[in-house]
């Protein structure tokens, strides 16, 4: 009943600091941090259940053989549960299978009856047998031949036989001793027993303080979520925004550099224009000087003589030629175009954009501000649970149950103390019983081998049987009273022997080898043996419920491994605290909370109107008006439509033919202006780095102005599309984002909970009040009882038996070598013809 009580307080005790949860099944987001809970302070328990015999443990092998010998069947568990359910009733029925399970035990106990029972009988009647000069008791002894012999092998075979006795009664009594020595063993293993108990009591309170104490982390952890609500949620929100939202703005960003660049372009191209239109007027005015120099030579009287006519003729023919080829005047300017960027770029889009990248990024700190009272009443909720978890072990007296229990550890402690002075008695008396047992043999063996002494000293080779000396007839006075003395004792040594190995044995067989088997456990488990309406016995006696799947080997086995007491006793049958710390409930609390949520960001803009009137401005500059064509086919001219010097010498030429005259000498002198000019104007337009310079710099404008104008209205289209779009987004449709990220982080929280939790319900389960010392109380009271106790006392009726055995031959040789030593009142006449053929046995 104590330990019943001691146990319900105990539970209450660990339970007090229980949290768990029944509902940890339903999937949530994993939170993104893992607590850090530490380490649950574990006690130390000291008991080391376990005993190694030692050199005693090779007699302890020899008696387990023999027991194996005597009764090798298997552990017999269906009989043993039929017969505990029938309350020993069953086996009347069963007594077949008893028997036939116990025959080996059944026919030494008889043949040790028989022994117990025949050997007085004999011995009575061989005495008086002696007594009327039989059984070798005439003084008389026949004389033959081979009497040395005889008397040899009997010394021998009697010396043998004695120190089996030896052997056999060392054996037990290193036995004797050996279950006295263990005593101090047996007061150091229940001493550390209940130190460990100690131990268990005394820290689990300190390890459920710790369990409540790392609330803290929990509360830190949130405190921290929610201080940086901005930085978590806002950020997150900002960052699933900004997949829409940097790109919007940044294609509007881009706009700005290509304002820039048609700008650029739009300047080289006036610039270079400029320059080349510079060159080539002037080219052309030099040209146009001396084709009409030319032409007026041309009208020269020689030319209408019919030998030069043909000459004249061809020359005035190719001076329409003598012209420049690329005409940059045709051209028309991009003044107008430049002008008009120029106004667009007035507008600083640069500096709207990063207006609206600030607005959005300023998502953080909106969304702190918007979630004020959100946050304060999520902390308000957190030091609530967390009140509720420390008062709530204040529910449970958990120190005073523990301190009873301690108390009661106390208790049990000094009433154990209490009987050792009784135990010690009582091993006294049962060594001197033991001890007693021993010296009857030791008597007997001391006229053993006294008597064989004696006959082996005074043996004389030439005294007859009548002439044999004191000392040898002393001896075999001994040896006949060694002889007595088996007969008086034996029988009560084979009586205790065989109470002592019917009880030792079974003990052994049925206790001691099934627990090690674990066998003995299947027979404690089995449903309703204890109590045929119980299924299980154990949460029957203790919670009233025998469904429970609670059996004595789980218990043990768990406790064995050194998890909670908690778990291993399914203590949250008693007191099943899940509502009180129940996560489904801190969802909902914590839902609550977050259900008024509300984020705004309509105020963020992303892009003000002035930057989308700039955008379209840009599209209306009219560099699509431009010709690009025109100027790519300008470009890509030649700076004269004929090479001069070419022409020049062909007018040399055609001047050789001509009579020597003015016209001769007024066409080679143009032909070394075309020359000249070639050389002072073409060469460095085609050549100097200016001309060059400007026409591929014109050529790549031109060609960048153009690409621009291609695309750039289904540019500007889209990029107001996107930037509208993110803008809708933000303003209208963010919520979809905003309670995603919520819930995420909702989730975070209530993950902190539930690690908690479940920090707690595995801590609770493997290392808080870890039990050992329960399933080190089985072990020891199994060391104790099998391996101290039952293994000395079994051992101890195997050497005494063996002895006890061996008293039977010991008495017979003892009578037979007796007759070898004693001295006789008659002889035969030494006769050598009478051959002893019939030597016959005479007992
Ligand atoms: C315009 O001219 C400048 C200087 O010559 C040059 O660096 C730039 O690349 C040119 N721009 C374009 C678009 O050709
Ligand atoms: C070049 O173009 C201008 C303007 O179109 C024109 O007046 C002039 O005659 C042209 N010159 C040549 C050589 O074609
Ligand atoms: C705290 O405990 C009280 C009473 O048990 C309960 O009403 C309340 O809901 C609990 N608070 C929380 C946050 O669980
Ligand atoms: C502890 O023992 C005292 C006195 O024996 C008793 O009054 C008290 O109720 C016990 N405590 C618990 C928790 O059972
Ligand atoms: C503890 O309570 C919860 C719900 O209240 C229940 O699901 C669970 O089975 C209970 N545990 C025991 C051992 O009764
Ligand atoms: C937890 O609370 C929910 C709702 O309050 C309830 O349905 C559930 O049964 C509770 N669970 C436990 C183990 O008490
Ligand atoms: C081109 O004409 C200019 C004046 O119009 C004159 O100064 C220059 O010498 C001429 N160049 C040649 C090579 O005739
Ligand atoms: C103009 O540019 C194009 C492409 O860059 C090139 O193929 C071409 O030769 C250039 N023309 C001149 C006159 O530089
Ligand atoms: C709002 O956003 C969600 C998710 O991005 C999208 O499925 C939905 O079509 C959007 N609604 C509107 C009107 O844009």
């Not at 109590?531 to 406790?559: H, M, Q, R, V």
């Amino acid at each position: 009943m104590l330990w019943k009580t001691g146990l319900i307080f105990l539970c209450w005790g660990l339970t007090s600091g229980e949290l768990q949860d029944r509902q940890s099944g339903t999937p949530a987001a994993p939170a993104r941090t893992t607590l850090d809970f530490g380490l649950v302070p574990s006690g130390v328990y000291d008991t080391v259940a376990y005993y190694e015999p030692g050199a005693i443990g090779i007699l302890f092998n020899m008696m387990h053989a023999f027991l194996y010998v005597v009764q090798p069947n298997p552990f017999p568990e269906d009989l043993v549960i039929r017969v505990a359910k029938d309350k020993f009733g069953a086996i009347q029925s069963e007594y077949q299978k008893v028997i036939y399970y116990e025959l080996g035990f059944v026919v030494c106990a008889a043949l040790g009856l028989l022994f117990t029972v025949l050997l007085p009988l004999v011995g009575l009647l061989f005495c008086l047998c002696r007594c009327c000069d039989n059984c070798g008791g005439e003084m008389h002894q026949r004389q033959r031949k081979n009497a040395d012999c005889l008397r040899g092998l009997l010394t021998t075979l009697l010396l043998t036989t004695t120190f089996i006795i030896t052997a056999g009664v060392l054996c037990a009594y290193a036995a004797n001793q050996n279950l006295s020595s263990q005593l101090k063993s047996m007061r150091r293993l229940v001493k550390s027993n209940l130190k460990d108990l100690h131990t268990f009591a005394n820290q689990t309170p300190a390890q459920i303080d710790y369990l409540i104490s790392k609330y803290d982390t929990v509360k830190q952890h949130v405190l921290h979520d929610l201080e940086n609500v901005g930085v978590i949620l806002g950020g997150r929100i900002h960052e699933e925004l900004g997949k829409d939202v940097q790109p919007a703005l940044n294609g509007v960003l881009s706009m700005t550099g290509t304002m820039r660049d048609t700008k650029d372009a739009l300047e080289n191209v006036s610039l270079s224009l400029e320059t080349l239109q510079e060159g080539t007027v002037k080219l052309q005015a030099n040209l146009s000087l001396v084709r009409g120099s030319l032409s007026n030579a041309l009208n020269d009287p020689v030319c209408t003589h019919p030998q030069s006519f043909e000459i004249c003729h061809n020359i005035r023919s190719t001076l329409p030629k003598l012209e420049i080829a690329a005409n940059y005047s045709s051209l028309t300017d991009v003044t107008n175009q430049l002008d008009k960027v120029n106004e667009v770029l007035k507008t600083d889009l640069g500096q709207i954009v990063e207006k609206g990248f600030a607005s959005f990024n300023d998502t953080p700190n909106l969304v702190t501000d918007q979630t004020r009272n959100i946050v304060e009443g999520v902390k308000v909720l957190l030091d609530d649970v967390g009140s509720n978890v420390t008062t709530f072990t204040k529910l449970f007296p958990v120190h005073s149950t523990l301190t009873n229990f301690t108390k009661m550890i106390s208790h049990t402690h000094s009433q154990i103390e209490d009987i050792y002075p009784q135990v010690d008695q009582m091993d006294f008396y049962r060594w001197i019983c033991c001890i007693t047992l021993c010296c009857m043999v030791v008597l007997i063996l001391t006229f053993n081998f006294l008597g064989l002494l004696c006959g082996i000293l005074g043996f004389d080779r030439h005294a007859t049987p009548t002439t044999r000396g004191c000392v040898s007839n002393t001896g075999g006075n001994l040896l006949m009273a060694g002889v007595g003395f088996s007969f008086l004792f034996s029988w009560v040594l084979m009586g205790v022997i065989t109470a002592l190995f019917l009880a030792g044995g079974n003990l052994e067989k049925l206790v001691c080898e099934p627990f090690q088997t674990r066998q003995l456990f299947k027979v404690l488990d089995t449903p309703n043996l204890a109590n045929s309406a119980w299924k299980n016995f154990i949460p029957g006696y203790l919670y009233n419920d025998p469904e429970l799947d609670l059996t004595a080997y789980s218990l043990y086995s768990n406790c064995k491994d050194n998890r909670g007491i908690y778990s291993a006793l399914h203590l949250d049958k008693v007191f099943n605290i899940s509502a009180f710390f129940n996560t489904s409930v801190y969802s909902k609390d914590v839902s609550r909370k977050f259900e008024g949520m509300k984020v705004d960001l309509r105020g963020i803009i992303l892009l003000e109107s002035e930057g989308k009137q700039n955008l379209i401005s840009f599209t209306e500059t009219g560099i699509n008006e431009i010709d690009f064509a025109a100027y790519l086919e300008e470009v890509n001219k030649g700076v004269t439509r004929i090479d001069l010097v070419d022409f020049a010498s062909r007018l040399d030429a055609q001047a050789d033919q001509l009579s020597k005259g003015t016209l001769q000498t007024s066409l080679k002198g143009h032909a070394n202006t075309i020359r000249q000019i070639h050389i002072q104007q073409v060469i460095p337009l085609e050549k100097s780095m200016k001309y060059v310079k400007a026409r591929s710099t014109l050529n790549q404008s031109i060609r960048l102005l153009e690409r621009t104008s291609s695309d750039l209205p289904v540019r500007v289209r889209d990029v107001l599309a996107a930037v509208d779009a993110a803008q809708y987004l933000i303003s209208h449709n963010a919520t979809f984002v905003i309670n995603q990220e919520t819930e995420k982080y909702k989730q975070t929280i209530i993950g902190y909970f539930k690690q908690y939790i479940d920090w707690i319900r595995t801590s609770l389960a493997l290392e808080v009040a870890t039990c050992k010392p329960l399933s080190n109380i089985v072990d020891t009271a199994e060391i104790l009882g099998c391996s101290f106790l039952l293994d000395s006392m079994n051992t101890f009726w195997f050497g005494l038996g063996c002895s006890t055995l061996f008293l039977l031959p010991s008495i017979i040789l003892s009578v037979k070598l007796a007759k070898f030593y004693r001295r006789m009142d008659t002889e035969d006449v030494y006769d050598d013809s009478s051959v002893s053929g019939t030597w016959h046995f005479t007992l």
